[in-house]
Antibody, heavy 125, light 106 residues
Framework: EVQLVESGGGLIQPGGSLRLSCAAS????????MSWVRQAPGKGLEWISL???????YYADSVKGRFTISRDSSRNMIYLQMNSLRTEDTAIYYC???????????????????WGKGTTVTVSS | DIQMTQSPSTLSASVGDRVTITCRAS??????LAWHQQKPGKVPKVLIY???SLESGVPSRFSGSGSGTEFTLTISSLQPDDFATYYC????????FGQGTKVEVK
């Protein structure tokens, strides 16, 4: 069974750093695409970061330069290093597994398929 | 960046109603579009991918259509379990979610 378990959330002051972890089971993280999605209190879903199986990484403008996605293939883990945190980064952070939808004109298209339960980050003084 | 706009933001409906939610992309995303359902306090789950492909285990009353820049999610006969917030999400270029449509009890 595919499972994703996030950890590392908590209360942090503005300007601080936090590293979120995502433990995957039932599949191999380095063989697929993995994303982080967040949801601020009472708000909608916001995609923030993506890692390809090849290791390429991408970020939403709102976190570019501050957040870094990485993985440890030996531990089957995904991480999100969050620096220079702001109050607007307060949210539930979900680790998501993407699955291959199709290959079209040489491109691989993956869709968000499995969601973790999330971990809560609160940025406040 | 691709922007996704859903309408309406809130929809009031009764059990048994046919419900349609619209999602528009700011540029062509072909058919690389998914729909996710989120119930209050719960984790989202994918209902549809590639605009019209039903995820395994999802009831057949859910259907999706569209391509390019305009998409719809239809619930043919609304059930009590379907009151939730629905999000469209493109995966043609990175990923973007719509702002959500809350389906509430009329």
């Amino acid at each position: 069974e595919v499972q994703l378990v996030e950890s590392g959330g908590g209360l942090i002051q503005p300007g601080g750093s936090l590293r979120l972890s995502c433990a995957a089971s039932g599949f191999t993280v380095s063989y697929t695409y993995m994303s982080w999605v967040r949801q601020a209190p009472g708000k909608g879903l916001e995609w923030i970061s993506l890692m390809y199986s090849a290791g390429n990484t991408y970020y939403a403008d709102s976190v570019k330069g501050r957040f870094t996605i990485s993985r440890d293939s030996s531990r089957n883990m995904i991480y999100l290093q969050m620096n220079s945190l702001r109050t607007e980064d307060t949210a539930i952070y979900y680790c998501v597994r993407e699955s291959l939808d199709d290959v079209w004109s040489g491109y691989h298209y993956y869709y968000i398929h499995v969601w973790g339960k999330g971990t809560t980050v609160t940025v406040s003084s | 960046d691709i922007q996704m706009t859903q309408s309406p933001s809130t929809l009031s409906a009764s059990v048994g109603d046919r419900v349609t939610i619209t999602c528009r992309a700011s540029q062509n995303v072909s058919h690389w579009l998914a729909w996710h359902q989120q119930k209050p306090g719960k984790v989202p789950k994918v209902l549809i991918y590639k605009a019209s492909s039903l995820e395994s285990g999802v009831p057949s009353r859910f259907s999706g259509s569209g391509s390019g820049t305009e998409f719809t999610l239809t619930i043919s006969s609304l059930q009590p379990d379907d009151f939730a917030t629905y999000y469209c999400q493109q995966y043609n270029s990175f990923r973007t979610f719509g702002q959500g449509t809350k389906v509430e009890v009329k």
